[in-house]
């Protein structure tokens, strides 16, 4: 139960900072020290941290990206485990894919 709570505080508080930051602002789910950054030529999210999100190949939005990572978080949350997902990036036959997932519980989604 109290994994549960836990679990459910992260989501919640995931979403919560993502507004409180402002609409165009998204904290990096991979290092959560970076704020990420659409490039000059909006085509790209970036973070320092290494992560590259192509917008323009595959027709994504940050506002899209956001409410991924937002289900992400709720979906963990509804099983009940309170322990933290965990963001990387896979990349399988030219196309970058980043992901959530929890070793505790076996939860895995891809995010975009």
Not at 94 to 108: D, K, N, R, V
């Amino acid at each position: 139960e109290d994994f549960e709570a836990a679990g459910l505080q992260d989501a919640v508080n995931a979403v919560e900072g993502m507004q409180a930051a402002g609409d165009d602002a998204l904290l990096c789910p991979v290092c959560k020290a970076h704020w990420i950054v659409q490039s000059n030529d909006m085509r790209v999210l970036l973070c320092p941290c290494g992560l590259r999100l192509d917008l323009q190949d595959d027709a994504l939005t940050p506002d899209f990206v956001k409410a991924r990572l937002s289900e992400a978080y709720e979906e963990h949350a509804e099983r009940g485990c309170g322990q933290q997902l965990v963001f990387g990036t896979k990349g399988d036959y030219g196309i970058t894919t980043l992901c959530a997932s929890c070793e505790y519980c076996q939860f895995m989604t891809i995010v975009v």
